[in-house]
């Protein structure tokens, strides 16, 4: 009994270490990003939103392989209101598969069609009154792109980003009430980040 026991484990072992072989080439890497974001949908018609800035705190992905991989990001966009020491912020957790195609030796473009489970609005600035109190919150979709420059390799790579989320914010809370809102949110994002390889 102890010999098949052993003979199983050393099987389990040695399939473990093949397939980590087979996947020397996967990759995982952490970045950040900044850039601006567009207004666009019933969020924009409602107020004069500007085109503001947009930051990616965070920036993760794992390539099971050279093609394919999953990624994970979150960040923050910031909208001015027109005339108005006011603004909007509006934060995103996005989740999905990542699909990358060699352009060049030293370019990749990453497709990254992303579920936004979480969405999150939020009024601030010294005109933003009793808005400040509210929080919006929904959900999207984001059509991700980078053309990432470098080899890939362990260390650092640059990529210029240029993203397209849609989504609605579907509830509005504050005031110990919450109340059912159907506000469209899209924006076009484009930046630059940088990721490094583990």
Known sequence: KKTKMKNLFTFIMVMLVSIGYSQSESKFYLGVGLGLATTGGDISSDNNYGT???????NLGYRFNDTWGLTANLGSAGHAIDDSEA???????SI????????????????????APSMKGKYAGDDAGIFGDLTLSGNAFVIGNSLVFGDGSKGFDF???????TGKFDEVS????SIDDDSKYN???LGVGIRYNF
Do not use: C, E, H
């Open 96 to 115: 999905g598969p990542m699909i990358s195609f060699s352009v060049s030796d030293n370019m990749t473009w990453d497709f990254k069609p992303q579920y």
């Open 52 to 58: 503001g800035l947009n930051l990616n705190f965070l």
């Open 159 to 165: 990529s210029l980003d240029i993203d397209y989320l």
């Open 87 to 93: 603004a909007l912020g509006i934060g995103v957790f």
């Open 187 to 189: 924006s076009f994002r």
């Open 174 to 177: 504050g005031f110990g009430v």
